[in-house]
Structure formats: C-alpha cells, structure tokens
C-alpha cells in the first residue's frame, strides 16, 4: 500500500476578524403592548399618589399646627399639662403615655405573633395552613371598637387580678410599682389598677398580632428548602432547625414586623379612648390607673376644641405623625433586607 504525504494534505484555515469588539452594550428594545404600558402607568402614578398624599397630610399638619408651635416653641415637647386657653400645653406627658402603651403591646404582642408564624410555617399540617392563616387575617378585620368595648366590660376584669399579682410581687420594679396598692386589699383596692396603660397594652397587642405574623410568616416561608434539609440532614430537630436556620434568616422581618406593630400601637385611638382614664403627668408605672396617648387626647378634646386650641391638637397630631412615619420608615428598610435574603446568616 501506498504511503500517505501528510504535507500534501490542505489545510484549512479559518480567517480571524480584525475588528475590535464592540465598546458599548447593544440595546435590547422589547415592544410593550396596551397591558404592559396601562400596567406601568397605573403603578407609577398609584406610587406618587400615595407619596403626594402623605406630603399633603404632612403639610397640612405644619400649616394647622404653625400657630401653636409658634406661641410654644420647644416648650411644647417639655411640658405636661395641657391649658390651650392659658397657652400652658405640651405633649410630654401624652407622648410617655403613648409610648408605655405602645412598648407593652409591643413586648406581649412579639412571641405571640412569632409563636404563630412558626407554627403556621413550620409546624402546621399543609391542609391546616390555609385556615390557619385566614383566622389570623380575620383578627385584623375585627375593628377598634370592638377590641375597646371587650376590653373594657370583660378583659379589664380578668387583668386586674394579674395587676395585682405582678405589684404584690415584682413592685420592686419602678414600672411595676403602684401607689396606694394593699396587697391585703382584695375588693376596695381593685381601683388602683383599673384603666391603666398596662390594660391598654394588652389590648392594642391583640390588634397589632396580626400586622406582625402576616411580615414574619410571609419571611419564614422564604426560608431555603436545602438549607432546611440540610439542618434535617445533618440530625437536628425540628426546634433546631427553626433556632439555627429558620431565625437566623428571618431576624430582619422579626424586626420589621415588630416595628411595623409599634408603629400601628402608636397610632390606636378608639380602644385606648375606651379602656384608659386620661391624666396629664407623666407616669411610667404601667399597672396604675389612669393614662394617656396622643390619639386619645385628640379624639376626646377635638369636639370641643376651636382656634388655637385646635392648632394645638394639629400640633400634638403632627408629633405623632412623624414618629408613626419614622417607624414605619425604619421598619420597611428592614423588611426588605428580609425579603432580599440579605439577613439569612445560616
């Protein structure tokens, strides 16, 4: 047989441009139909609307509100009493009321709305979970009234004897501290502890249990399936997974949904208005009676206020707008670190 010449074989060669590449991305345009552009035009202009309404609510506040701060100045952040008539007001004393009560439905609202986000996420058979969530919506249904009106005739009446254990036995603590309590006392000194911020508290923490489970449930069910597996895989229990993975990566909507639920306590007024006696001093010993809030102190005295009197309560309302707006502000940064994974350390 014949040898094969490797040298005559041909070879091909393939040219090689000597272009450079492109320096700029090349634009991908995407043709939008009727839908797609309604749809855009109606979010933008649902988000500007609502960001031009809360700049007009807070316009109008500072433009009401301008009178009394003037005749104020920073007095009214220092001062307790409330005389418009004698140009002797002030917002501290309702402003330590607002927050106690906020803080207190906030620390007995917390593991109550975590607990059943958990169980919800991580417990719950699958066929459950639905109804589940649903009774936990509807709470947020019910309205304030209804929460005030329960409190005060059946609520208050059962939280009295827990006012009394937790004095008798923890009045050591300056917040748990109640003057003219006899722990001797069963009936005649029930009404040291009626109508005070704690009551309100725990009232305002069943409202705002639904606010926070709904941001916590909504981050725990992001949490990885492999990771979750992976904790499963690795021999821990189901109560070591959830402290080693599911709460880890949750921590940022625990904390957002927590800020969320103080900024809606901040703002409660029909139930406070109901249950808690109004005084102007301020009061940090939760189990006392007697109490007050920004929101309670303009839904009570705005029938009867006129003139300057009103630009006072203008006054107090725009305080209380912006803690509530700062709050919630601080809040959603949090939620959206959640939402982004960005708080998973697992």
């Known amino acids: 047989?014949?040898?094969?010449?490797?040298?005559?074989?041909?070879?091909?060669?393939?040219?090689?441009?000597?272009?450079?590449?492109?320096?700029?991305?090349?634009?991908?345009?995407?043709?939008?139909?009727?839908?797609?552009?309604?749809?855009?035009i109606g979010t933008s202009a649902s988000?500007?609307?609502?960001?031009?309404?809360?700049?007009a609510v807070g316009v109008f506040l500072s433009v009401q509100a301008a009178q009394a701060l003037s005749k104020s100045g920073f007095s009214f952040i220092t001062t307790s009493d409330w005389q418009p008539d004698r140009n002797h007001f002030g917002i501290a004393a309702v402003i330590a009321g607002t927050v106690t009560i906020a803080l207190v439905a906030v620390v007995v609202a917390l593991p109550l709305s975590m607990g059943t986000a958990l169980?919800?996420?991580?417990?719950?058979?699958?066929?459950?979970?639905?109804?589940?969530?649903?009774?936990?919506?509807l709470m947020a249904a019910v309205p304030s009234v209804v929460y005030g009106l329960w409190g005060l005739f059946l609520f208050?009446?059962?939280?009295?004897?827990?006012?009394?254990?937790?004095s008798t036995w923890f009045g050591w603590i300056p917040i748990f501290k109640v003057t003219g309590a006899d722990p001797h006392g069963a009936v005649t000194n029930s009404t040291v502890f009626t109508a005070s911020a704690f009551i309100a508290g725990l009232v305002v923490a069943l409202m705002v249990v639904p606010i926070q489970c709904s941001v916590m449930r909504e981050v725990f069910s992001q949490v990885p399936l492999g990771e979750r597996e992976g904790a499963f895989a690795l021999g821990s229990t189901r109560w070591g997974m959830i402290r080693a993975v599911s709460l880890p990566?949750?921590?940022?909507?625990?904390?957002?949904?927590?800020?969320?639920?103080?900024?809606?306590?901040?703002?409660?007024?029909?139930?406070?208005?109901?249950?808690?006696?109004p005084r102007f001093d301020i009061n940090f010993h939760v189990l006392e009676a007697g109490g007050n809030s920004v929101s309670s102190l303009i839904a009570l005295r705005y029938s009867e206020a006129s003139g300057f009197g009103l630009s006072a309560l203008m006054a107090a309302g725009l305080a209380l707008f912006i803690m509530t707006l700062g709050v919630n502000?601080?809040?959603?940064?949090?939620?959206?670190?959640?939402?982004?994974?960005?708080?998973?350390?697992?």
């Open 1 to 40: 047989m014949g040898r094969i010449d490797v040298t005559a074989v041909a070879t091909t060669t393939i040219p090689v441009s000597t272009q450079a590449p492109p320096t700029q991305a090349r634009n991908l345009d995407s043709k939008q139909d009727m839908g797609d552009k309604v749809f855009r």
């Open 249 to 277: 990566f949750g921590q940022g909507g625990i904390i957002g949904g927590t800020m969320l639920g103080l900024g809606r306590a901040l703002g409660e007024t029909i139930a406070v208005v109901l249950i808690i006696s």
């Open 47 to 55: 988000g500007v609307a609502v960001l031009a309404l809360m700049a």
């Open 119 to 137: 169980f919800i996420t991580e417990v719950a058979p699958p066929r459950f979970r639905s109804l589940l969530i649903a009774l936990v919506d």
């Open 329 to 346: 502000f601080v809040a959603s940064i949090f939620i959206a670190r959640s939402r982004s994974g960005a708080s998973s350390e697992a």
């Open 156 to 166: 208050q009446g059962w939280v009295i004897s827990l006012s009394r254990w937790i």
